[in-house]
């Protein structure tokens, strides 16, 4: 029992902001931007093509393969009790080029998370204090499926990102873990904006849903992950739950 507490801690306490406050100066697991490093010609362009053919009902991993020149998996971690992690499947990841996608609800400031949140470890946390959560069980998992055939019809998005074989293999972000140091960090995080006139045939495919109607604006959030070495065959990705951006 108390084993499992400590892993658990271990993992959660770098989406804790106390904890993160404190640690700021200190921890090597927190990555410091400067907010000009930021800016990337990263897109949601970037995976058009992928999208398409996943559209034109091509097999996810292959097709990934075939137009981004790899693709992804989940199982067990390499780091000892860190459960699942994801792995480069085959292929190869250049530098600075979009890996995956972080699924879940998007949540805007004053909706109601709190319950959600208990126990939860995948909800990702936006600059602005926009949440995503990526978890695929329990109530979070209920909520999605809601929202999501509430908005069938003119917001259409994947639901399938809960299962173990999703349509879209990118949409496993939220699995990708915590480096163990800083040395192996080989992702980051990067917020993108989904434009108002984005193809609304690959909206299906897109592994995100905004819980509040009337917070819907013309662009959506869409939160992903890119590289930041070139990443080989049978690589664990990892990221930083704490990216800071300073002016």
């Not at 399938?160 to 192996?184: E, M, R, V």
Request: net charge positive.
């Amino acid at each position: 029992m108390l084993r499992s507490i400590k892993l658990f801690w271990r993992n959660y306490k770098h989406r804790f902001v106390p904890w993160i406050a404190w640690n700021i100066q200190t921890s090597p697991r927190i990555v410091i931007l400067n907010e000009t490093e930021d800016k990337s010609s990263v897109s949601i362009d970037d995976i058009i093509p992928y999208l398409r053919a996943l559209s034109n009902g091509e097999d996810s991993l292959k097709s990934c393969e075939t137009t981004l020149g790899f693709s992804l998996e989940r199982h067990s971690s390499s780091i000892p009790g860190l459960g699942r992690g994801v792995f480069i499947r085959s292929g190869e990841c250049k530098l600075g080029q979009l890996v995956a996608l972080y699924p879940g609800t998007i949540y805007h400031r004053g909706d109601s998370i709190l319950l959600q949140s208990i126990s939860n470890k995948f909800i990702f946390r936006c600059r602005d204090g926009l949440l995503i959560d990526g978890n695929d069980r329990g109530l979070s998992r209920i909520l999605f499926k809601s929202c999501s055939s509430r908005d069938a019809m003119f917001y259409p998005s994947d639901s399938n990102w809960f299962t173990d074989s999703p349509t879209n293999c990118l949409s496993i972000g939220q699995y990708i873990n915590n480096a163990p140091n800083h040395s192996s960090t080989n992702t980051r995080y990067i917020e993108l904006e989904i434009p108002s006139n984005f193809p609304s045939e690959l909206r299906y495919f897109i592994p995100n849903v905004v819980f509040s109607v009337d917070k819907r604006t013309d662009t959506q959030r869409l939160v992903a992950l890119v590289t930041t070495k070139h990443i080989t065959t049978g690589s664990e990705l990892f990221s930083s739950y704490f990216t800071l951006l300073t002016e």
